[in-house]
């Protein structure tokens, strides 16, 4: 294996390690709806949900920055360029992630000052981590920026479409994370920017890089062709571009922007995820012709998954309250956190673990994967996301129709809707399906750790790595 490689598996085990930690968290947080006093004055309910958005968006990051690290040598064929700095910046990484979560553990909060913006606490939601840690990921996101672009311009001979793409979105990469520093007194001012925070970084940038990483996996694990991965990933990175940035405006309505916003931000968001969709319905065809065959099943079946319930859970679920005729009654309500649960486990979630098994085939140096015992991961998984999203889902429209239509937004209907029959109804499955999903995490990291057990038919396509042939 190269270096990179092994860089790769050690983010990709930091990764699914702080999957871990950010379902313990959400639970907790889960708990919190159904007991309210639980841990009074101990550990607030704010602290977790802190805890349990922020360690999601790190594991994340790190999953698609091992992924990347994985397949950029095998794409080259060559070593990465400063891998060394690479690794320094892995222990960095996890040092400054270790850190930041004793502070969130043990401090939780300081006084309105600068020392606290630096060490203890930025309070802007999703970049609470104090400004220190903001700077270390900034210089980690450099090094890893570097790596890839160093890389690219010593083999410049051997840039496929795959790579320019990658290339182009690392510089949105680093210079959209800068948002994090600012701290605007004017709130629409600093809302207006936060939002390009999260929808340009996380829902934008990171939904290219996946891309590029989910074009790997499908010419990986089906074989297919490359000139029909890179073809939709032009696609998504046109509609990113266009769509994307003024899709954002679905997060202006409220926060004093002009009124035209309401339509096109209303529009264009749902666009985004159609790429992936197509990317993968097309490899799905193009692979039937070979009877869907392939040498590592589980991560056939999460990359399906992963373009399936991007398209719904991103694009449906997000269509269906952004519209700002629905959105006046459904922001801030638990229909958000529903959406919001399922399109980052559609987007990013199972790409990542896809990517898990596609390293765990080549670490074990089996030819094909196949067996039962992973189904068991993938249906916990997938029945308990789908269980906690729809339970957010009947909580957040019974808030949004008792709470927001019919009370007007008050804090007496604030708390006739939390006693409703249909919110309590949808809490009480939202921590149910939230323990089944656990039960579900916990059976990944048994089959990951777990020698692979081999499919019984060998596969048609050609080995893992290798694309099939363009026709002549």
Known sequence: MYEAQKLGI??????????GVMILFGLLSSLYYLFPGMLYNVFDFSMSKTLHIDT???????????????????ELEQEVVGIKLGNLAFWVFCVSVALVALTFLFVQYGEANEFSLWFINQGRKYVEAPRWAAVGITAIMLVFSYNIIATCVKAKHKMTGILWVLCLDL???VVVYLDAFPADTNLSRDLYWWWWLVHMWV??????????????????????????VETW???EVMLVLGAGILGLGHHYFWIGTPEYWLSIGGFFSALEPLPLLGMVVHAVYDAGMHRLKTGNRPAYFWITTEAFLNFIGAGVWGFMMTLPQINMFSHGTQWTASHGHFAFYGAYVCGIIAV?????????????MGGNRWKWAYGFLNIGMLGMVMGLLLAGMAQAFFERAAGGSTLMAYTVASENPWFTSGIWARTGFGFMFAL?????IIDLLKAPVPQKESAALPPVGHAQPEPA
């Open 56 to 74: 999601l968006v790190i594991w994340l990051l790190m999953g698609l920055i091992g992924a990347i690290y994985y397949y950029l040598p095998k």
């Open 171 to 173: 510089v949105p990469l």
């Open 10 to 19: 050690k983010y990709l085990t930091a990764a699914v390690t702080l999957f």
């Open 233 to 235: 990933l032009y696609i």
């Open 203 to 228: 829902e934008s940038t990171w939904e290219v890089l996946i891309g590029c990483i989910m074009a790997w996996v499908l010419m990986d694990v089906m074989g297919t062709s490359r000139r029909i």
């Open 356 to 368: 898990l098994y596609v390293a765990k085939q080549r670490v074990s140096g089996v030819q094909t």
């Open 440 to 444: 579900g995490y916990v059976l990944l």
